[in-house]
């Protein structure tokens, strides 16, 4: 029997489903993480072989301690993932020293985690990357400015999301930045790119090839989202473009992406860029190995009537082939900020929308920032209809 260890398999909490299936294909599914045992959800529990509780997830030694002994119990680890951006490093670190050749390596981080290791491996296959400059001094951020012209991006250059992430518009925005930045932190100052964000999400086989695509649109920053408190809006769609596409593959070659759940950001212009291309193009925008973030698995499975969380089972205990979707939709998630009036209540919505609805919840406080408070994740068969859908969700006083 094969060895799967699940770094934090109780967040999000959706991903005990991988734990079911992983099981179900005949994997022991042990699992590492810092909640309490009695407080797992039941169907993590009752998918899990095993579980080891931690001090503290931060700790290496204590998660070290803990593969340690489940190797001692059950014999080689073949698979450790904890399919979550914030662990990559960690399971990187833990591959490496217990020798689990399964996924990256501790040698494979910094063209997967730092945004300005990443620009080299998209230009190797002809994607376009923004300009962009290490923040140094204000000497140093003015010379590139001159170059690229207000207003720029500025974000952690190893970092998660849209946090601390800032758009700067002139010469007193960058010396509030320089003066208040984290000196601990590497920061990446880009041009500004006028677009919109498309995903290419995957999940690839031992092969390098995908046995799954589909990928999502958001309309709106997420940079605006976390910063100004404003509602999260983003769908799956219903078919992948093909210039999404095409990006994307060529994407998991660069990167050398195998036996991996993956979710890559593009920009789709929405006006001529003078360095990255003509309306409409798509160049990068950074790599993200892992699934797209909070309840997105369960939205690809409604648009595209499937279970991406047996078919990421069956990648890693079969090496499967690709599998045929069901009925394809359009998978609106919408997250409304508490405090705003909105024209309709949260009954109104759900009596108006009833039918098209797949999932209503409170947001975890660790995802809100960029979410929102209280999300609405429903299936439309035509774009209209979900604009129509977006408006009545988030349409204020």
């Not at 390596?105 to 290490?134: C, F, L, N, W």
Request: charged share 25%; aromatic share 14%.
């Amino acid at each position: 029997m094969k060895n799967f260890v699940f770094i934090s398999p109780n967040f999000p909490t959706n991903y005990w489903q991988f734990c079911k299936h992983l099981k179900d294909n005949g994997l022991r599914v042990l699992g590492v993480g810092d909640q309490p045992y009695d407080t797992l959800l039941p169907e993590l529990k009752e998918n899990l072989h095993e579980y080891y509780k931690v001090g503290s997830m931060e700790n290496y030694d204590e998660v070290y301690r803990a593969v340690a002994f489940f190797i001692s119990k059950y014999g080689r680890i073949d698979w450790l993932e904890s399919n979550n951006e914030y662990w990559l490093e960690r399971d990187a670190m833990l591959r490496t020293d217990f020798h689990i050749t399964s996924g990256f390596q501790v040698e494979d981080m910094e063209r997967i985690k730092y945004k300005s290791k990443m620009k080299p491996y998209y230009q190797a296959v002809g994607i376009p990357t923004a300009r962009y400059h290490i923040v140094d001094n204000f000497e140093g951020c003015k010379k590139f400015i001159d170059e690229v012209n207000w207003p720029v991006i500025v974000k952690p250059d190893n970092g998660v999301g849209a946090s601390s992430t800032f758009k700067l518009k002139n010469d007193d925005d960058l010396r509030a930045f320089l003066a208040d930045m984290d000196r601990h932190v590497s920061y990446i100052m880009e041009e500004f790119i006028t677009a919109e964000v498309n995903s290419y999400d995957a999940i690839i086989d031992s092969k390098g090839e995908p046995i799954f695509e589909t990928g999502n649109v958001t309309p709106n920053s997420i940079m605006d989202v976390v910063n100004t408190g404003d509602n999260s809006i983003y769908y799956i769609v219903n078919e992948l473009p093909e210039d999404t596409r095409k990006a994307g593959r060529a994407t998991v070659k660069s990167f050398g992406v195998k036996n991996r759940f993956v979710h890559f950001e593009f920009f789709r212009l929405t006006a001529d860029h003078p360095h990255m291309g003509k309306k409409g193009d798509v160049v990068a925008l950074e790599v993200n190995m892992r699934p797209c973030g909070g309840f997105s698995p369960d939205m690809m499975n409604f648009a595209n009537s499937t279970d991406v969380y047996k078919i990421y089972a069956d990648m890693i205990a079969f090496d499967s082939t690709l599998k045929p979707c069901g009925e394809k939709n359009f998978c609106a998630f919408a997250g409304r900020r508490d405090g705003k009036n909105f024209k309709l209540s949260h009954q109104e919505l759900m009596d108006k929308y009833r039918s098209q609805m797949r999932m209503v919840s409170r947001i975890p406080d660790a995802l809100s920032g960029a979410m929102g408070n209280q999300m609405y994740v429903a299936n439309f068969p035509t774009k209209e209809a979900l604009d129509a859908f977006y408006k009545d969700a988030c349409e204020t006083w």
